[in-house]
């Protein structure tokens, strides 16, 4: 497992070890340079030292065997005077001034200078002023390269030190009881720590929120298959005192009726949960982005209306594609959701309508915008009550059909379509539809419901 503290700590070592070898290289160099200037004037001075006289009088008074230094005279006249290291291998001439001599022994620093009546030069080893540098850069290094244990310890507790607020904060979170979604205390907290614990107290809101929603879906849920549940049992124990067949063939058809309630409650309790977890999953982003694919829509709707004919005619009511165009939309679009979605509209708007009514679906686009349209000559929904019927288990209090009791639906159908809607960055209206046969009879009521589903850029 990575460790921020070692990690900090090899790197910060490195360095400081790579910054200390720099540094020995500078000191070296700058001793190099200083050593040179100082023996070149040792060599000077030592030189102008030197009798002027004729070298003959003077024979074996000035031989210097210090710092390595060989010493060579000539006369005017070229002859050689003297030679204090005859085995040195130096090139017997004399350049003026200062010069470097390179031989197979290694380099040699010359000085020659004209004394008197002789020429002298002296030369010195250049490993001499080399070693002298190496000397003085290791006795500045050293120390730091002893410290350097210590750095690191200093280094490690003092990163140590700098990342508590982390462990303290990892311990909070461990402590924490699978259902305390709570923010975390964000004060006296370093400007580094603080983002993760913005970024956790956001996560935590957000999965209050959806813990939340979660215990409300259950809940509602569960008291939604209470009722079905318990009809199915009243129902289940009439078939069984039943005591004619007429009797039994009535109540074994509510029973049968009342299973295919409860299935289509089941049904579309698990739609929603589906369409949620996607949301939750971020499929919506993913749906917008796309990947240069696209959606034929006519052909989706035309199944869906045939999904739905049989239920149609057996309610009378006249179910059909009207105005249709031909239309694909952009993006990386789920056919099998939207055909949930448009299926659950349809079954609203033909659950609504009453016997003899119609239902017409259309398809296009308006401004680039692909969009498919319901609309059906049903009682419509009041305005104040067209967005709560999206809320889940919310059931519009209007009028039934035909005369009969409003329709007891399970109040899923159009939340599932906001939710499928809102994956594909899609929106939903609601408006005024058709007027039916009840507004023929009630003038100035709006009657009848659209419902426009905007799909978002056509396919260019």
Sequence with gaps: MRSIRRVLLVWLLAIV?????LAGILIYRQARAEANALFDYQLRQTAAALP????????????????????????????????????APLAPRAELGFSTERTPAGDWRVYSAIVGDNVVQLAQPMAIRDLLAAETAWRTIWPLLVLLPVLGLGVWLIVGRGLRPLSRLAHALEARRPEAVDPLPDRRLSSEIRPVVHALNGLLQRLSGALDTQKAFVADAAHELRTPLAALRIQAQLLERAADPVARAEALADLHHGVARATRLVEQLLSLA???????????????????????????????VLAMTPLALEKGIDLGIEG?????????????ALRVLLGNVLDNAVKYTPRGGRVDVAAGQRDAQAFIEVVDTGPGIAPAERERVFDRFYRSPGEGVDGRAPEQGS???LAIVRRIAERHGAHIVLADGAPGAEGARMPGAARGLRVTIWLGPVRS
């Excluded at 589906?274 to 917008?288: C, L, P, V, Y």
């Excluded at 031909?326 to 099998?336: E, H, K, P, R, V």
Aim: proline share 3%; net charge negative; with cysteine.
């Design 411 to 413: 109040g899923l159908g």
């Design 17 to 21: 070890l790579i910054g200390v070898v």
């Design 52 to 87: 002027s006289e004729p070298f003959s009088s003077v024979l074996g008074g000035h031989t210097s065997d210090g710092e390595g230094v060989v010493i060579q005279i000539w006369s005017r006249d070229g002859a050689q005077l003297y030679y204090s290291h005859p085995g």
């Design 324 to 336: 249709a165009v031909a239309t694909a939309i952009a993006g990386d679009a789920d056919a099998d």
């Design 274 to 304: 589906r369409a949620e977890a996607a949301n939750d999953a971020g499929a919506s982003s993913q749906a917008r982005a796309g990947s240069g694919r696209s959606l034929d829509l006519l052909p989706l709707i035309e199944a869906c």
